[in-house]
């Protein structure tokens, strides 16, 4: 978007996930003049930061976590810089009873997993990792997907076979062992996975899909971003409740809804505290459509020509006398 409205862009990706960045980059090498599209590689400190700060960086959008999209804002104040942010997500996937008949059944595992983004290891900021299911179907709804992960496979992501790959690096992955150490100890119940070995102990960052029920929304695998393939159960019977559970963070980024009901389904998007919503779908953006989140999810929007304009042009009035 930056370079359709016309500006330059510079591009800095994470420093554990350059590649593929660089490969778009040598792709491009042909298509736009010298200096319009730029990739610099570093870490935060050595690239990042000194691109935020930078005065001839007009705007800036950043992709990333809570903690680092603070600086970055910090960075754009300072200057009074343009700034979008994308950030965390702590997002609910919701099930009514009508969504889990039998006939619907399989369906509805298959969303249930999609949404949670088990196929990128959990590692998205939309992963639907706080599932509410009503109670009349909380047990098959589990079910059938504890029995559709057993059938993922979970090895090197180079290789077509496999289904879900490794955490980025030994630092997230340390993390995600963590929340569902603590959580096992504070009494969840393990329904498909284990805790994993340490990653000095492990020939690859690989854990397992994780599902865990009996776990409170006050547990901080709840109410913390993961980022990584742990899924929680909670079984709900009072929608007024469930909604407040769903609310009851301080992200708001994605939400998923499954009812057969539109007004139930629009009624429930209406009320959840989320930029951007699902019902019956768990994929990926539509093109053309507004992305952004509530809360703490981040500022501003983008992947819509609104968004575009908002983000990387600015109005200019002139008022002229003949």
Not at 46 to 74: C, W, Y
Not at 240 to 265: K, P, R
């Amino acid at each position: 978007m930056a370079l359709g409205t016309g500006n330059t862009l510079v591009l800095k990706p994470a420093e554990d996930a350059p590649l593929a960045v660089i490969k778009v980059a040598e792709l491009a090498a042909d298509i736009f003049p010298a200096g319009v599209f730029n990739v610099v590689t570093g870490t935060g400190i050595e690239a990042g930061a000194p691109l935020s700060n930078h005065p001839d960086v007009s705007k800036i959008s950043f992709t990333g976590s809570v903690e680092v999209g603070k600086l970055v804002a910090h960075a754009a104040a300072d200057r009074i810089a343009k700034v979008t942010l994308e950030l965390g997500g702590k997002s609910p996937c919701v099930v009514y009873p009508d969504a889990a008949t039998p006939e619907q059944l399989d369906t509805c595992a298959t969303n249930v997993i999609n949404a949670m983004r088990f196929a990128r290891q959990g590692q998205s900021c939309t992963a639907g990792s706080r599932l509410f299911i009503h109670r009349d179907v909380f047990e098959p709804v589990v079910a059938k997907v504890v029995e559709k992960l057993k059938a993922m496979k979970v090895g090197d992501a180079l290789d077509e076979a496999s289904d879900i790959g490794a955490i980025i690096n030994a630092e997230r992955y340390g993390e995600v062992c963590a929340f569902i150490r603590e959580a096992v100890d504070r009494g969840a119940k393990v329904e498909i996975g284990q805790v994993p070995a340490p990653a000095n102990d492990t020939d690859g960052f690989m854990p397992g899909p994780v599902v865990l029920t009996g776990v409170d929304n006050s547990w901080r695998v709840v109410r913390e971003e993961v980022f990584g393939p742990v899924l929680v159960a909670i079984p709900w019977t009072n929608e007024d409740e469930m909604i407040g559970w769903a609310n009851d963070t301080h992200y708001g980024l994605a939400a998923y809804i499954f009812t057969n009901d539109i007004t139930t389904a629009l009624r429930a998007a209406e009320r959840i505290d989320a930029g951007w919503l699902q019902i019956n779908r768990a994929g990926g953006q539509i093109p053309g459509m507004s992305y952004g989140g509530a809360k703490q999810s981040g500022i501003g929007a983008e992947y819509s020509i609104e968004g575009a304009l908002e983000s990387y042009t600015y109005r200019k009035s002139v008022t002229v006398t003949v």
